[in-house]
């Protein structure tokens, strides 16, 4: 995995954080995780790794932490970061600040293969459980009907920091629709997108037994 980065090129990074912690219980990214802020880690290795970060939080918070306010849906706050980055950047990295653990060998990673002439590039570990693509409702009682059982051999769980050629991310995103992460408005745009290994420990903390073993990981237990 690259541990550097082409100076040619200029990154900036867009690190969203504009949730509300429904699924946790309250503002994660606030959570404290050793000496700093979940948020935080995501913030410091996204700056080390590149030219400039942009940072989007919920409103009530973005001016005490000098952020971009974040919209109703993940994508909508994308596009407030992404309207905050310099024209100038040439390749945009969006990364989760519930991503505490990403190395800057994989921000390097992601933005080597743009640069190297992907319109982006994601994150992707191999999934162990098999996978079963389901039926959209119901049949009676009985539950939703298999439909197929994909390959497992080609299927990965998607991480970030996810890269992207700026102008291909921007004009995705003049869209104005709605997905779960950038890769698929660019996908959906016609761009191509390439997977590079993830990092087993880049977990993003969803749940607070995620909390927990981010804090074993470290060693920071509060």
């Not at 918070?61 to 849906?73: L, Y």
């Not at 989760?96 to 994150?123: C, K, N, Q, T, W």
């Not at 700026?166 to 660019?186: I, K, N, P, Q, Y």
Request: some cysteine; glycine content about 10%.
């Amino acid at each position: 995995m690259p541990t550097h980065r082409d100076t040619t090129e200029c990154v900036w990074t867009v690190v969203v954080g504009g949730g509300t912690g429904t699924r946790f219980g309250g503002p994660k990214q606030y959570e404290p995780l050793g000496r700093r802020r979940v948020l935080d880690h995501a913030v410091d290795t996204a700056r080390a790794a590149g030219d400039g970060v942009v940072v989007v939080l919920p409103e009530a918070d973005a001016d005490r932490e000098g952020a971009v306010v974040g919209g109703v849906t993940r994508s909508e706050s994308v596009r407030n970061g992404l309207a905050a980055v310099p024209m100038s950047a040439t390749i945009i990295c969006v990364h989760d600040a519930a991503r505490p653990f990403a190395s800057e060998a994989l921000f390097a990673a992601v933005v080597a293969a743009v640069a190297d002439g992907a319109d982006g590039a994601i994150p992707g570990v191999p999934v162990t459980d098999t996978i079963k693509l389901v039926a959209t409702s119901a049949t009676g009682d009985r539950g939703r009907a298999v439909e197929s059982t994909p390959p497992r051999d080609r299927l990965v769980a998607v991480q970030t920091p996810q890269a992207f050629r700026a102008a291909v991310l921007r004009a995705a995103h003049a869209s104005g629709l709605d997905a779960t992460d950038d890769a698929a408005l660019v996908e959906r745009a016609g761009g191509t997108v390439v997977v590079v290994p993830g990092e087993v420990d880049n977990r993003k903390i969803t749940h607070p037994d995620d909390l927990r073993w981010a804090r074993e990981r470290i060693g920071g237990a509060t």
